[in-house]
Nanobody, 126 residues
Framework: QVQLVESGGGLVQAGGSLRLSCAAS????????MGWFRQAPGKEREFVAA????????GYADSVKGRFTISRINPKNTVYLQMNSLKPEDTAVYYC???????????????????WGQGTQVTVSS
């Protein structure tokens, strides 16, 4: 089992920045590919960003490319999502996800992930 706890959400004005953190516990963090997803009210959960076990490969949704950066520090068992130039349409609950991996891939589909955090609210005002 892996436990994931997100933090760093909040209320920010459009154009501002936030950094989300996801702390993992329970297993060897470097064995897990990680991802961030979000869900806005009335919408389905959608992919935001993903990173492979080593942190050398990353992927992003087109809607956040160039504005968001995913990173990880394996000795700290933490993955981050730096969000810049935030827009009102980025408002959502953001979820961290993990999946055990034996390769150097990252994953952008939610069904690839076995473990999820409880989510953290991000609200961007216009």
């Amino acid at each position: 089992q892996v436990q994931l706890v997100e933090s760093g959400g909040g209320l920010v004005q459009a154009g501002g920045s936030l950094r989300l953190s996801c702390a993992a516990s329970g297993r060897i963090f470097s064995n897990y590919a990680m991802g961030w997803f979000r869900q806005a009210p009335g919408k389905e959960r959608e992919f935001v960003a993903a990173i492979n076990r080593s942190g050398r490969s990353t992927g992003y949704a087109d809607s956040v490319k160039g504005r968001f950066t995913i990173s990880r520090i394996n000795p700290k068992n933490t993955v981050y999502l730096q969000m810049n130039s935030l827009k009102p349409e980025d408002t959502a609950v953001y979820y961290c996800a993990a999946t055990e991996s034996n390769n150097d891939l990252y994953y952008y589909r939610s069904y690839n992930y076995n473990y999820w955090g409880q989510g953290t609210q991000v609200t961007v005002s216009s």
